[in-house]
């Protein structure tokens, strides 16, 4: 599979390259972080991620950037493979649903970065195991619609629909992340809704 785009992947690598220690860190909890979205569970999401150690043992770019993706595609698809019967039973519930609007657009890297900053724990309970999936695979992870289809065992229509109910929720309950982000760098979590719904977000950290 041709997953995860290389300008993203090599952007990282050109950020990070000044510590191979702390870019091997970072893709181990990014790893993590897709397989909790997905599994919906913390012992399945160990257990999914692969082990890239080449990782830290290569100053070579190209070689590196190639692991990073291989070692996403592969963690997303064991993560699967283990929530594979709750996938196919969420999947019926999309029997019939169509999308309205076609704007099956990728997530922009802020977008992805917002999300990377929630804690999965609060999404999880939010969006349905198969729309969890697409947004990880299709929004973060840049694998095609075709390619979802195909992992994850339902039509496109359904990777369409999962996708735009992703869609739906990201820019309701998401999306404030962005602006809180500009005034706390800290990592923010879900405190409470107020009397409308909407999310509101603090820091477990203090700002100095």
């Not at 091997?24 to 993590?32: D, F, I, S, V």
């Not at 694998?143 to 629909?161: D, H, K, W």
């Amino acid at each position: 599979m041709k997953w995860f785009g290389r300008g993203q992947m090599q952007g990282d690598l050109a950020k990070h390259s000044p510590s191979r220690a702390e870019f091997l860190a970072e893709q181990k909890q990014r790893l993590y972080w897709a397989a909790l979205m997905i599994t919906g569970d913390a012992n399945s999401a160990e257990l999914s991620i692969v082990n890239a150690g080449g990782l830290a043992e290569t100053d070579n770019f190209e070689f590196r950037d190639w692991l990073v993706r291989w070692g996403r595609s592969a963690t997303a698809r064991v993560a699967v493979s283990a929530v594979r019967s709750s996938i196919q039973e969420t999947a019926a519930q999309y029997t019939g649903c169509t999308c309205l609007h076609g704007a099956h657009v990728l997530l922009a890297p802020d977008q992805i970065q917002n999300l990377y900053d929630l804690d999965p724990c609060e999404v999880i309970p939010r969006l349905d195991i198969l729309a969890r999936s697409v947004l990880v695979l299709y929004g973060c992870d840049r694998a095609s619609i075709s390619e979802c289809a195909l992992l994850l065992n339902v039509p496109r229509q359904m990777v369409l629909a999962a996708y735009c109910r992703a869609l739906q929720w990201y820019r309701k309950f998401a999306a404030p992340v962005a602006e809180i982000r500009q005034a706390r760098s800290s990592r923010l979590f879900l405190v409470r809704h107020d009397s409308d719904g909407v999310p509101v977000w603090d820091s477990q950290s203090s700002t100095a």
